[in-house]
């Protein structure tokens, strides 16, 4: 037995087989994402008057990577392409734009609706309040865990 001032582990020798037991990592082991809904705009409503949530799911690690290379811009200086940096903006609203379950930003109805291909451009126009729009982008953000920290997840572990 460790004796710890704040009673965290009863037993180190046990606390120590599950941390290093890397089978809980293995293909398949990791629970599905879940579909996270939330209001981001109080303008659209159903028939019964209720707030129309927005369902948002996150997206891999794999596809971010992909959007974090269509998001690059070429740098100029003096008329001369230097080099390449992230357009910080285009890339969270693709991250946004595929996190978005509901509504689909990238259907057809909607882009021919809203006379652009640009599934941006059509968030852009349906969310065409500025709070509601950045408010859309930070949900999809924090649902794809950015805004949380090291701290926040220490947190989240004690309290399982």
């Known amino acids: 037995m460790i004796e710890n001032h704040d009673n965290t582990f009863e037993n180190q020798e046990e606390s120590t087989t599950v941390v290093n037991d890397i089978s809980f990592f293995m293909p398949g082991k990791a629970e599905e994402s879940e ?49 390449q940096e992230l357009d910080h903006a285009r890339f969270m609203a693709r991250i946004a734009v595929e996190s978005t379950v509901f ?12 006379k652009t291909e640009d599934p941006i451009e059509v968030a852009k126009k349906v969310l065409n309040v500025a709070g509601e729009f950045n408010g859309w982008l930070s949900k999809a953000s924090e649902v794809n865990g950015f805004d949380e920290t090291p701290d926040d997840l220490e947190e989240l572990a004690k309290n399982l």
């Open 35 to 83: 579909e996270i809904k939330a209001p981001i705009s109080k303008r659209y409503k159903d028939k019964q008057g209720k707030i129309i949530p927005f369902v948002f799911k996150p997206i891999t690690t794999e596809r971010v990577d992909e959007l974090e290379k269509q998001s690059m811009k070429m740098v100029k200086q003096k008329g001369r392409h230097i080099g």
């Open 103 to 114: 509504p689909d930003f990238k259907s057809k109805e909607l882009r021919q609706a809203y």
